[in-house]
C-alpha cells in the first residue's frame, strides 16, 4: 500500500495544542541538541536497537517530526519494506520531508499528514510503530494507545521513547528547575518563543509516570508491556506486542 502524501483533517483543538510546533519547526533540530546535549541521539540508537526492524519490516514513526528514527529505519528495511513518516503537523512534516530527501532516503520512506490518535492506515498493517517524544503531545493518549494497537499486525512491536519521572529524587530537582528555567530562556534565546518551550516544560510534568503509562499499555491491550529507565528516568522506552 502507498500512503502517498496525504492530508487528513484533524480537529480543531487538537490541531492548535501541536500548532506549538508550527514555531519551532525549522530550529527543532538544533534546540534538541543544545537542549538534551545530544544525547537524545543515544535515547533515539537504544529505541532502534530494540525495535527489531530488519529488512522488509513495516514501520510508521509517529509524531516523527523531522525523522531522526525514520532515518535509521529506512537503513535497516531496505527497499523490500516501508517507512512511514507521520505527523499531525505539516511544518514539522515539511522540515522532515526536506531533510529526509536531502540524506537520499529512497522510495520505502513516505510521508503521511496524521493524528496519532486516529491513524488513518489499514488494520494489522505495521510490524513496528514508534512514537519518541510525541505521545506527551497526544491529547487522548488511551484513544492513540488503542490505534497504535489495531494498525499494528498480531506480534508487532509498539515503542514508545518519551520524557518520564527521575527516579532520584535530587535529580528530579535539577531536571525541575533545568526544565522551567533554562529550556524556556534557551528557548527565547535561539527561537525567541519562550512560550513554546515553557510549554514544553509543562507537559513534560503533566505526562504519565513510568508504571501509569505501562498500565495504559496494558489497558490499550498490549501484552508484554515493560520500560526501561534511561539517563535516571528522564526518559523511559516504553515497549509493548500485539497479541
Ligand atoms: N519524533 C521526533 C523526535 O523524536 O525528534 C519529533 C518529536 S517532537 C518533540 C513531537 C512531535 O509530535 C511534533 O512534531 C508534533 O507535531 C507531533 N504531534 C503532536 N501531537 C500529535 C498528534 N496528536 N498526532 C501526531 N503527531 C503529533
Known sequence: THFGYTEVPVEEK?????GVFHSVAAKYDIMNDLMSGGVH???????IECSA???GSKVLDIAGGTG????AFSKLVGSEGQVVLADINSSMLNVGRDR????GVGAQVQYCQANAECLPFPDDYFDCLTIAFGLRNVTDKDAALRSFL????PGGRVLVL????PSNPLLSKVYDTYSFKALPFMGKLITDDADSYRYLAESIRMHPDQETLRGMMDDAGF?????????????????GVKP
Open 162 to 165: 518519551e520524557f518520564s519521572k
Open 223 to 239: 501484552v508484554n508491556t515493560k520500560y526501561d529507565n534511561l539517563t535516571g528516568g528522564i526518559v523511559a522506552l516504553h515497549r
Open 68 to 71: 531522526d528514527l525514520t532515518l
Open 150 to 153: 489495531r494498525v499494528l499486525k
Open 53 to 55: 526492524v530488519r529488512p
Open 14 to 18: 487538537v490541531e492548535k495544542v501541536a
Open 41 to 47: 541521539r543515544l535515547w533515539k540508537k537504544y529505541t
Open 100 to 103: 529526509l530527501i536531502d540524506k
